[in-house]
């Protein structure tokens, strides 16, 4: 099956264009199926963070399991529009800021959970302390 994918960036300071891959959300529309990962070691983000501010984009990127959540619940519930890819797109486009999610891209898997699994083998570093 074919689910979709976008990178969650870290990017301190846009101007300088470093950047860290902090995460990734796949799923599918067809599937209703999403889900999101974001990296458990810090170090690499932390040390480009020099305006302390990896807490705040890490909340920010947090925040797309209430878009996942929506998924199930009706449209328009406490304002939260379900995730998709077209919010994806969105996304992508509007955020070039600390915080910037990469367009959907596609990901041959039988789950979005292994789709996760390829994205972070493939393009996020989430190495052993």
Known sequence: MSFQFSLIRFVPDPARGEFV????VAGSDEAGEWELRLISNLSRAKALDERGVLSKAFEHAAGFEDNIAA????????????ISSELLHRRAADMQNIVQISAPAPVASDSAEGALDLVFDQLVLDAAR
């Open 71 to 82: 998924v199930d619940r009706l449209p328009d519930e406490e304002g939260i529009e379900a």
């Open 21 to 24: 891959n902090i995460g990734a």
